[in-house]
C-alpha cells in the first residue's frame, strides 16, 4: 500500500506497450463494490478469496503487467502462481513515505484506526518476509514514477 505499485504497473504498461490488470479493479469489476465496501461488509477472509480467484484467473496470460494489491502476499499460492508464471517485484517504500502517500485518500479500510502510521509499520514488519521472497527488489522513496518503471526496465534489461 501506497509504495506505488499501481501507478508504477500503468507506467510500464505505457513504455512497454502492455496491458495493465489490477487484482483489486477485477474484483472489483466482479463484485460491482469497491475493495473498502467488501471490507466492510464481508471481512478481510472474504476479500483475501477473491483475491486468490483473481490472481488464478489473471496469472495464465502471457505479456501483462500484473498489479497486485499489497496483501496479496498473504497467500503462499499467489506468491507461487506470480513467480511461476512471471517476475514478481517488491515495491518498497518507508512507513513514513506511505503513510504520507495515502493519509488523504480514505480508500484504505486497513488504515481506519487511530494510529494509521503504527498499523503501516505493524504491516510491513509482518509482510516483509513475504515481500522479500519477490524477484526483484525497488526502494521507491523519494523517487518519482517514472523513475522506478525505468529502474525496472533497466533490472530487467528491457527496453521501452
Known amino acids: 500500500m501506497g509504495a506505488?505499485?499501481?501507478l508504477v504497473a500503468k507506467d510500464l504498461g505505457r513504455l512497454l506497450k502492455r496491458e495493465v490488470i489490477s487484482t483489486d479493479e477485477l474484483i472489483e469489476k466482479q463484485e460491482q463494490k469497491t475493495v473498502a465496501e467488501i471490507f466492510s461488509g464481508s471481512g478481510?477472509?472474504?476479500f483475501r478469496r477473491l483475491e486468490r480467484k483473481a490472481v488464478e484467473e489473471i496469472t495464465g496470460r502471457g505479456n501483462v503487467i500484473i498489479d497486485c494489491g499489497g496483501g496479496i502476499v498473504l497467500n503462499k499460492a499467489n506468491i507461487d502462481d506470480l513467480k511461476r508464471n512471471g517476475i514478481l517485484i517488491y515495491l518498497a517504500a518507508s512507513p513514513r513515505q506511505i503513510y504520507d502517500r495515502v493519509k488523504s485518500t480514505g480508500q484504505r479500510p486497513l488504515l481506519e484506526q487511530d494510529n494509521p502510521l503504527a498499523v503501516i509499520e505493524k504491516l510491513l514488519a509482518e509482510r516483509l518476509p513475504l515481500y522479500e521472497q519477490a524477484d526483484i527488489h525497488l526502494d521507491t522513496?523519494?523517487?518519482t514514477v517514472r523513475e522506478c518503471a525505468k529502474e525496472i526496465l533497466s533490472v530487467l534489461k528491457l527496453e521501452s
Do not use: A, C, M, P
Request: glycine share 22%; net charge neutral; aromatic share 0%.
Open 4 to 6: 506505488g505499485k499501481s
Open 44 to 46: 478481510q477472509e472474504h
Open 141 to 143: 522513496d523519494g523517487k
